[in-house]
C-alpha cells in the first residue's frame, strides 16, 4: 500500500468549545503549533483554541498552505454552528495568516499579527545569510538552533523549561525544511490591494527588543497599508513573545477590546501585561 502523505493538522490542546468563538493559531517556521502551550489556559477560558501544526516533510506553497488552513477551518465549521473566528499568526504564521486572511477576507471576524515575519524583507543581511543555510551540513543544524536561541528570546523573560521546549522544537525540522520554510518567506510576497480588502479589526503586536526582525517597523508599515488596526508594543520581547512569563495574550486582547464577548467576572484574568500600545485607525 502507497504511502499517504502527512498533511497539515489542527491540535487542540484544550477541550472542545463548539459554543465560543474559533481561535486558529498559526505558528512560527518550527511548524509544531505546541509554542502558544503557556498561553492556552487563560485564552480557553472564552476561546474554543486550534493549533495549526505542519509535518516535518511537507514542503509546499504558500497558497497551498493557505488552502489547507482553509479547508481545516471549515472542517471545524461544519462540526458546530456557524461562529466568530479569531485568526492569529505568529512569525512565520503571520505571513501564512495574511494569505489565508486575503484569499476568503470575509471568513474572519478578527485577525492578530504577531512579529510577523514579513518584515524579513526589511532585513536584505538576513535575506542573504538565509541563503547560506542550504549548503551548512546537516549535522551541524542543532548547534546552530542553540547559537540562534539568543536572537528568538530574551532568555531572562522565560522559563528554563520553555527554553527547551523551543529549543526541541527547533531541532525537530530537517534541514530542508529549514531551508524550504526560509526560501518561502525570502519569496512572500503580498499585494497591498488585497490587505487592504481586509476590513475587520486587525491587532497588530510587534516586539520592541526584537533581535532577528525589525518586527516594530513591519507593523507600522502594515498599519498604514491595513484599514482597521490597532498597535501594541512589547518594549522588552523578544521574537518569540508568546513564550514570555510576562506576556498574556489573553490580556492583550481584552485590554484592545478584541475579544467582543461577555465574560463572568469570575473569568476575567487580573494578570499583568506589558505595557507601551498605541492606536492606529
Partial sequence: MPAVEPKPCFLTPKPVQSDSPLFIYLPGMD?????????????????????????????????VLAKNVLDLIHAELEKSCQRPIYLCGESFGGCLAMKVATQSPQLFKRIILINPASALQQQPWFNWISQLTQFVPSS?????????????????????????TLLTAMRSLPSETVNWRLSLLRGFQIDKKQLQRLTQPVL????????????????????????????????????????EK??????????????????????????????IGDQHF
Fill in 31 to 63: 511548524g509544531t503549533g505546541e509554542l502558544l502551550q503557556s498561553q492556552t489556559t487563560e485564552l480557553a477560558s472564552c476561546l474554543d483554541i486550534r493549533c495549526l501544526a505542519i509535518p516535518k516533510n511537507y514542503l509546499t506553497s504558500w497558497d
Fill in 140 to 164: 551541524l543544524f542543532n548547534i546552530g538552533a542553540l547559537g540562534l536561541l539568543p536572537f528568538l528570546v530574551s532568555l531572562e523573560r522565560i522559563s528554563q523549561s520553555d527554553r527547551y
Fill in 204 to 243: 497588530l503586536i510587534g516586539s520592541g527588543s526584537d533581535l532577528l526582525l525589525p518586527s516594530v517597523t513591519e507593523i507600522t508599515r502594515l498599519a498604514d497599508i491595513l484599514p482597521n488596526t490597532q498597535r501594541f508594543i512589547l518594549p522588552n520581547s523578544g521574537h518569540a513573545c508568546l513564550l
Fill in 246 to 275: 510576562d506576556v498574556n495574550l489573553y490580556q492583550i486582547l481584552k485590554d484592545h477590546d478584541f475579544l467582543d464577548i461577555n465574560l463572568p467576572s469570575s473569568k476575567i484574568s487580573t494578570s499583568p501585561t506589558q505595557l
